[in-house]
């Protein structure tokens, strides 16, 4: 499982975190979710005594769908909540139960590992390398996550893929972040990958930006702009024939139940109020960024804005609050048109403070991107610190990221122009 570190202890609430699992074509296939209690508690008491009920509370807080996306989702399992039962708000359908690799294969472990199994389980053994302590689990795992860079030893490493076939687990492979080190995963048979290689930016010097890039950062600016009026907004909205049909088809949509059809930017922006309106309008310029994005930065870049904007709002009020929207929303810029983020700033006149910001420079709303990025990453501790420099209380990173999944997932199940 990804490395997380000791939570510093804030409130009752559970710090929560995912990391994507993709296949070879680069697709989420599930998510790692990473937790921990954010509960004062006693530095001696094993993490694992209140495991179960971590998982359960921030579950049943967030929702599994809204973790996942409907996918996939990996949780670690220690040895002890493994025999004692695991929680039941893990359906087995959903879930892959990650088996640390501390875990010795004893016939008390075997039994469980196979109940869970005829129960609908999928097994995965974590940090797997072949030895003694694995041998009688590997065939009840479903798959094998290895730590790719680890492992060195050419014969191992064959010994390795030989496991994988058609009645064998599926390897995983860990801590991919380069796309060479992804290519050499998929020569070797590896069927999924973990890291945020997905996410590295792909630098192509010289590259000419093209038009309709250039106007969807210059509409993302607009649309943040804390002086813009509703007017304004409507008259941004109304030259763009897709933003239009998108709000327009998402209005009249089952959802909202209305009982006389909206037929225009200005009726939608009196029933909806400005600020959803704009937020709609701003994930889809960004999705619109470049074709060949990878879904997962449009996802993170959302969530990202989203729980830097109600993290800055509880700072500094409704312009904060939109200053951080920007600065989480276009963090991976870099990634998404594969340009130097320098080179992308000039095409998007943001405030010098958010400038900054994105460029690396230490400044509240550095800090406070930081807090983000190192909470989606579970470097609890980090965040914890991080969040304490900008200002901000820890004791709200919990919420404000659950609510920023959920208004993500809502914004990206809104229909489109494609789907019409």
């Known amino acids: 499982m990804a490395a997380t570190q ?38 001696e008491v094993p993490g694992d005594q209140t495991a179960a009920r971590v998982i359960s509370d921030a579950l049943l807080a967030i929702g599994l769908d809204t973790l996942t996306d409907g996918r996939r989702a990996f949780v670690n399992v220690s040895r002890r909540l493994l025999l004692g039962g695991v929680p039941t708000v893990l ?16 016939r008390d472990v075997l039994d469980v590992c196979q109940e869970m199994r005829t129960a609908g389980y999928a097994i995965a053994i974590d940090d797997f390398v072949p030895n003694e302590w694995t041998t009688d689990l590997v065939p009840l795992a479903s798959y094998l996550k290895v730590d790719f860079p680890a492992v060195v030893d050419p014969g191992v490493r064959k010994q390795i893929a030989a496991l994988q076939g058609p009645s064998g687990p599926m390897l995983v492979a860990k801590r991919i972040e380069t796309m060479d080190t992804f290519e050499q995963a998929v020569g070797e048979g590896y069927t999924y990958f973990q890291g945020f290689f997905f996410g ?35 008259e941004l909205i109304k030259h763009d024939a897709s933003l239009c049909y998108r709000i327009l088809r998402t209005v009249n949509s089952a959802a909202y139940m209305l009982q006389v059809p909206v037929q225009s930017i200005r009726q939608a922006l009196v029933l909806l109020g400005r600020d ?8 889809w310029a960004l999705a619109g960024l470049n074709e060949k994005a990878h879904s997962e930065l449009v996802a993170m870049s959302t969530v990202r804005g989203r729980c830097c904007e109600l993290l800055a709002g509880r700072l500094g009020g409704e312009d904060a609050a939109g200053e951080g929207f920007l600065a989480g929303m276009c963090s991976l810029l870099d990634a998404i048109l594969e340009r130097p ?11 010098p403070d958010t400038e900054a910001a994105l460029l690396g420079q230490d400044n509240r709303t550095r800090r406070l991107l930081d807090t983000v990025i190192a909470y989606e990453s579970g470097q609890w501790d980090r965040c914890v610190q991080l969040a304490a420099s900008a200002g901000a209380d820890p004791a709200q990173l919990p919420t404000a990221f659950a609510q920023a999944l959920k208004w993500s997932r809502e914004l990206r199940e809104m229909p489109s122009p494609a789907k019409g």
Not at 22 to 35: I, P, S, W
Not at 96 to 101: D, I, P, T, Y
Not at 341 to 351: E, G, S, V, Y
């Open 6 to 43: 000791t939570a510093a202890p804030t409130n009752g609430q559970v710090f929560v975190a995912r990391q994507p699992i993709l296949n070879r074509e680069r697709r989420v296939y599930g998510y790692e979710l990473l937790f921990r209690q954010a509960a004062d508690a006693a530095p």
């Open 91 to 106: 359906p087995p359908e959903r879930v892959v139960l990650e088996l640390g690799a501390d875990i010795e294969a004893d």
């Open 200 to 234: 590295r930016p792909l630098i192509t010097q010289g590259r000419d930006v093209p038009g309709h890039q250039v106007a969807n950062l210059r509409l993302m600016r607009a649309l943040y702009d804390p002086d813009l009026t509703v007017h304004q907004l409507e």
């Open 276 to 283: 959803t309106v704009r937020r709609w309008a701003s994930l």
């Open 341 to 351: 983020m320098r080179d992308i700033l000039k095409d998007l006149p943001l405030a």
